[in-house]
């Protein structure tokens, strides 16, 4: 599709940035599956030890959310992404120390952790600072293809960042895997410095949880969304592990297909027609695909179930974002996104185990039954949206 001539320019700076987050998000992808195998293997601690290594780094990332926003809003995008950037590369540096020889296995743990928290604070500093610069390049009617892009970046890095993490960590040790995540964040640095800045909006800041208060609806939309996401990489293996089913290992990647393609192919759509028209769509496939998953009695209806589920995920994101940046004036944009953001964050991180306390009690495919009720109860809430822009004044 075509858009206007002006906007070349901005939509090559926003792929350029798009490219810098993708390098960022590299290295939270490789570093998953090697951290809990240098706790575990290296440092001889229990696997809750890795989890706990894996796991504080996302909360770190839900709780600097805030953070992010406001920083954002005040010094401007580029400045907040860059100084994401900055803090991606020390808190590799700080990871790669623990696995010196030299530390005992209970202090290199610790330095380990520390670095994996500040990783979660780069994160957020990164990606809400590159969404509110990107928006301020493009413009506020372009949000929807901004967050396209975003989630295109980010899930691709995640497709091709963890089977690479365990190829270097097989040839290189873990010393190596967090040195190559150390100069992605850089590289992406690099590439970003000619980019121009766009100066942050004056206005009357508010505070974060007032503005929570504005956009809890479309945020509670990506919440539900989000469930089934986090329910299909949780225990999608272990489900087909369970009926003794191959290709236990194409879940998420029959997902990432159908998210990825959506993303690149219909990332104007909330952009040209409104974000709730895109989410009702969205959220009844994603629905579909989790009650095929829940109900499905072969494999290839299992592997239909999670394509179906990348297809309906993809455009909830930017279609929600796009109605959140309007509920807002850009001198409050990057509070807002980071406020945006945490919903997705709260359902990744609680579904599993939540969702897991019932697969003890009842079956793996149970689990894609939650899934598909909170994309109904997504839909339903989508719907009011629908209905209140309807209604509203012109």
């Known amino acids: 599709m075509s858009f206007p001539e002006q906007s070349r320019a901005a939509y090559r700076q926003v792929v350029a940035l798009t490219g810098a987050l993708f390098l960022s998000y590299l290295t939270v992808a490789m570093s998953l599956p090697a951290v809990p195998v240098h706790v575990v293997q290296h440092l001889g601690l ?37 100084r994401g950037l900055l803090i991606y590369a020390v808190a590799c540096v700080i990871c790669l120390t623990s696995s010196w020889g030299t530390l005992p296995n209970l202090t290199a743990y610790t330095v380990l952790i520390a670095g994996r928290l500040l990783v979660g604070l780069g994160e957020s ?48 040790g873990f010393a190596g895997v967090m040195a190559a995540c150390t100069l992605l964040p850089l590289i992406g640095l690099l590439a970003i410095q000619a980019i121009p800045a766009v100066a942050p909006s004056p206005g009357r800041r508010e505070s974060f949880w007032r503005i929570i208060g ?51 192919l219909c990332g104007h759509l909330p952009d040209r027609i409104g974000g709730t028209p895109v989410a009702l769509v969205s959220l009844g496939v994603e629905a579909c695909g989790q009650f095929l998953l829940w109900q499905a009695y072969t494999p290839l209806m299992a592997l239909a179930g999670a394509l179906l589920t990348g297809l309906g995920c993809s455009m909830v994101f930017p279609a ?38 019932l697969a003890d009690k009842t079956s793996y495919s149970t689990v ?27």
């Open 46 to 82: 229990p696997n809750a030890a890795g989890g706990l290594a894996i796991g504080i780094a996302f909360l770190s990332t839900i709780l600097t959310r805030g953070i992010a926003g406001g920083l954002s809003d005040r010094i401007g995008g580029k400045l907040c992404m860059q």
């Open 125 to 172: 500093l990164a990606m809400v600072g590159m969404i509110s610069w990107a928006i301020g390049l493009m413009g506020q009617p372009q949000t929807g293809r901004v967050m396209a892009l975003v989630g295109a970046g980010m899930y691709g890095s995640f497709a091709v960042g963890g089977p690479l993490g365990m190829i270097l960590l097989g040839r290189t």
């Open 214 to 264: 504005q956009i809890w609806q479309p945020g509670t939309v990506v919440g539900f969304q989000g469930v089934g996401f986090a329910v299909l990489g949780a225990f999608f293996s272990l489900y087909f592990l369970s009926r003794g089913w191959p290709y236990a290992g194409l879940g998420l990647t029959c997902f990432g297909l159908g998210f990825v393609a959506v993303r690149l």
């Open 320 to 357: 929600m974002g796009a109605n959140v940046v309007k509920r807002v004036p850009p001198h409050l944009r990057g509070t807002a996104i980071g406020g945006f953001v945490i919903f997705q964050d709260l359902a990744y991180g609680a579904s599993g185990p939540l969702v897991g306390l």
């Open 368 to 394: 894609f039954l939650v899934g598909g009720v909170a994309a109904l109860l997504a839909m339903t809430l989508t719907l009011r949206l629908h209905r209140a822009v309807l209604i509203a004044p012109a």
